[in-house]
């Protein structure tokens, strides 16, 4: 059966109302055969006369979330949604919509292209289109300045933000609120409607009041927030335009809502939203997760506390263990510190907090966790203290129990091996401030028990966390692309970049700091420590990266928390530390290097190319599952800028025989560093993509 021709709109005539309902699972999506549906559900009344007024609602767990992404790049199938919400509006019969779940995007512009709006409690109204490169493209920038004005349509359309049910009524959004099943409130809309209870009219026909402050505000935010994104620069001009007739408004809207369809940051941001749902799909995701209430947190450090914090919001029972008292005492300082911040940001109320931590016990003696369902070890990175706590945990965590450790980069088969349960043994991965960062890479050992797998992932998912599934080797995914491309960044700068240049070009690309500043705030020392960790095994044909971090480091310079690293931090002003350009010329002048400049196109095309490759690796060594997984931790987990889509799918922008190419050319200076992985070789010959692979090709 061809898409056009499933039936996911029915009629049914209960008197003088006939009640139209849109039924396309999951989300009732405007798919072409919902747009038919509803096109000619509404034709075939007026023309028949046979009802006086029609109510539209949905069945399922929502109404309408919007257009059917899924058709966005590819070939336009009539009716365009604009189009028939047009014809709507102007239906001799009116339209009262009835709203359940979140209705968003094109499903609210259903609504105000509808005559009477009635909501049903629970209900969330939004335009999130902004968050995937768009913006409302059926009305919505015309209709919601008449209904609620400039003001409102800019902070929904901007901020993409759900707005309740309550506040939509105040807003004027919605006309009234009602309770029940979907079906009885629209019968109850129609006979409302049909005794003058609800009024109904036309959107089209309501005036927008100008509002030129409040646009002008708008456009210095995007500017200021958003400077790389077109969609919102281009929604504001949309908004501006309601004040003109509608029907010059809507052009104005179609064009823009056209031309940001075309660019790669719709591309890009659409991959993301896909990504993060795709990432779920794991090999272990028919087994049963295992029932977790009661978590036990090892180590009461800035991970350890972090953890625990994320589990107490997610409604979790938790113990943290600490070897000593004052430790344990400053851990559960940490956690109720980061509470108060939810506070504070407006995310917790008081009560909110109160019961978290009382849902919080402190305790000294590991053994005081032999009922707990999930064990998470966030203490220092060394193998020896892991297997210790591991063997202790063994001996008193109760049959059933999942072990996990919060390692960034150890090998999690080792750990499980001074078990006699490494079924039950798991990796859970972290990223720090844990009760704020997204990302959770689920680290499965080879006797990893599916059903912990699955468990991590239910973890994740109550922890409103992106689980990740990934496999063992040092660095896991993330980490382990890190430690190969950060190297590049200081190849550039010891062959003649400044620091400040190779972050500027960085963050113009879309990185919110650049990798010396990244550095800088969380610790200069962390990269120093791990190096020296590594000394031992670093091959000698390799170029060493680290020459001008350790001097900088040797200074006692560590970044931030010391006011100096890279740069001089002093009371809110930030400049390049003057010493560290000294530190540099020395460390070429000893290497024996005569600097070279660098254009910034050549400094982002070397440190995407370097991270590219790796992330290659990772795929090839069958670490990540497919390239999105490597896609969405680095979107989740490491700042890239989402409306690149992530490191492979940015690639498919450059090609695989392109990338191949500039390697190559690299090569040529440091051929140890610089090698084409053979996956990417073999796609460049066979012309394939990353998407392709993501696609199971
Ligand atoms: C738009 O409307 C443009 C118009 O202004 C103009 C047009 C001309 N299409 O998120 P979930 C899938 S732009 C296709 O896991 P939840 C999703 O991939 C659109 N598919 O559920 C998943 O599939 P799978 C503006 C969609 O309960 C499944 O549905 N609207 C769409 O956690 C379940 O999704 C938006 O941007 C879609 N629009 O959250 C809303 N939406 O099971 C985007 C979802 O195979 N959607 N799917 O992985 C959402 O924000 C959430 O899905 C929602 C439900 C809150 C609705």
Redesign the pocket.
């Known amino acids: 059966m061809q898409d056009q021709d499933i039936i996911s709109v029915t009629t049914e005539i209960v008197g003088d109302i006939a009640l139209v309902c849109v039924d396309n699972p999951?989300?009732n999506?405007?798919s072409v055969h919902v747009r038919r549906g509803i096109q000619d559900a509404i034709a075939d009344i007026n023309a028949a006369a046979s009802a006086k007024v029609i109510v539209l609602y949905a069945v399922g767990?929502?109404f309408i979330?919007?257009?059917?992404?899924?058709e966005f790049g590819k070939p336009p199938m009539p009716p365009?949604?604009?189009d028939l919400l047009n014809e709507m509006e102007q239906s001799a019969t009116p339209v009262v919509c009835v709203l359940h779940?979140?209705a968003?995007?094109?499903?609210l512009?259903v609504a105000l292209a509808s005559h009477a709006r009635v909501g049903i409690k629970g209900l969330r109204i939004g335009?999130?289109?902004v968050?995937?490169g768009?913006?409302?493209?059926?009305g919505?920038t015309q209709r919601v300045p008449r209904l609620a004005g400039i003001p409102v349509a800019l902070d929904m359309s901007l901020s993409g933000r759900q707005v309740p049910a309550q506040e939509a009524l105040g807003m004027g959004l919605l006309d009234a609120l009602e309770e029940g099943d979907p079906r009885d409130v629209a019968l109850k809309a129609g006979q409302d409607a049909l005794a003058g209870k609800i009024k109904t009219r036309r959107t089209d026909l309501i005036e927008t009041q100008p509002d030129d402050a409040a646009l002008e505000e708008a456009r210095k935010m995007v500017a200021r927030k958003f400077p790389n994104l077109v969609s919102p620069q281009r929604c504001i001009e949309a908004i501006a335009a309601s004040t003109g007739p509608i029907a010059e408004g809507l052009k104005i809207e179609r064009k823009a809502?056209m031309d940001c369809l075309d660019t790669p940051q719709r591309a890009g941001l659409i991959h993301a939203?896909?990504g993060e749902?795709?990432v779920?799909n794991i090999p272990e995701k028919k087994a049963a997760p295992r029932d977790i209430d009661a978590i036990g947190v090892i180590g009461g450090g800035t991970m350890g506390s972090g953890i625990a914090t994320s589990a107490l919001m997610a409604g979790f029972k938790v113990t943290l263990v600490e070897v000593k008292a004052d430790a344990l005492e400053r851990g559960i300082a940490t956690i109720t510190k980061n509470l108060d911040g939810g506070v504070k940001r407006g995310k917790l109320s008081l009560d909110q907090r109160d019961a978290m931590l009382a849902n919080l016990i402190g305790a000294t003696d590991i053994a005081s966790l032999s009922d707990a369902d999930l064990m998470i070890e966030a203490v220092f990175e060394q193998m020896e203290i892991k297997k210790e706590i591991f063997t202790k945990l063994d001996a008193i965590c109760k049959k059933g129990a999942i072990l996990a450790s919060n390692t960034s980069y150890l090998d999690i088969n080792e750990i499980a091996a001074v078990t006699s349960r490494p079924e039950d043994v798991i990796g859970l991965h972290f990223f720090s401030p844990a009760h704020i960062m997204k990302l959770l890479e689920i680290v499965v050992g080879d006797k990893t028990a599916p059903e912990v797998v699955a468990s991590g992932f239910a973890l994740a998912k109550r922890l409103k966390k992106i689980g990740v599934r990934a496999g063992v080797c040092d660095g896991f995914i993330g980490n382990r692309i890190l430690g190969h491309y950060s190297k590049t960044a200081a190849y550039l700068v010891l062959d003649g970049a400044t620091p400040q240049q190779v972050d500027d070009a960085l963050e113009a690309f879309g990185f919110a700091m650049g990798p010396h500043k990244v550095g800088d705030l969380a610790g200069l020392d962390i990269g120093w420590m791990t190096r020296k960790r590594k000394a031992a095994d670093r091959p000698a044909e390799e170029r060493y990266a680290g020459a001008v971090a350790d001097r900088i480091c040797e200074e006692g310079w560590f970044g931030r928390k010391t006011g100096r690293g890279y740069y001089v931090y002093d009371e809110g002003d930030m400049h390049p530390n003057p010493e560290v350009a000294k530190i540099i010329d020395e460390e070429r002048a000893a290497a024996g290097i005569t600097p070279r400049s660098f254009a910034d196109e050549d400094i982002v095309d070397r440190y995407m190319t370097a991270m590219i490759a790796e992330a290659t690796r990772v795929v090839e060594d069958g670490i990540a599952l497919r390239p999105v997984d490597v896609d969405v931790v680095f979107l989740s987990g490491y700042g890239f800028p989402r409306f690149r889509g992530g490191p492979l799918h940015y690639a498919d922008t450059i090609g695989a025989a392109e990338l191949v190419r500039r390697i190559e050319t690299y090569a040529k200076e440091d051929p140890h560093y610089w090698q084409v992985p053979a996956l990417l070789r073999k796609m460049a010959e066979a012309g394939k993509s990353f998407d392709d692979i993501n696609k199971g090709g």
């Open positions: 999951p989300v999506a405007l767990r929502t979330a919007g257009a059917d992404i899924t365009a949604l604009p779940g979140t968003l995007g094109g499903g512009e335009l999130p289109e968050l995937i768009l913006l409302p493209g059926a919505g809502f939203f896909f749902r795709a779920a």
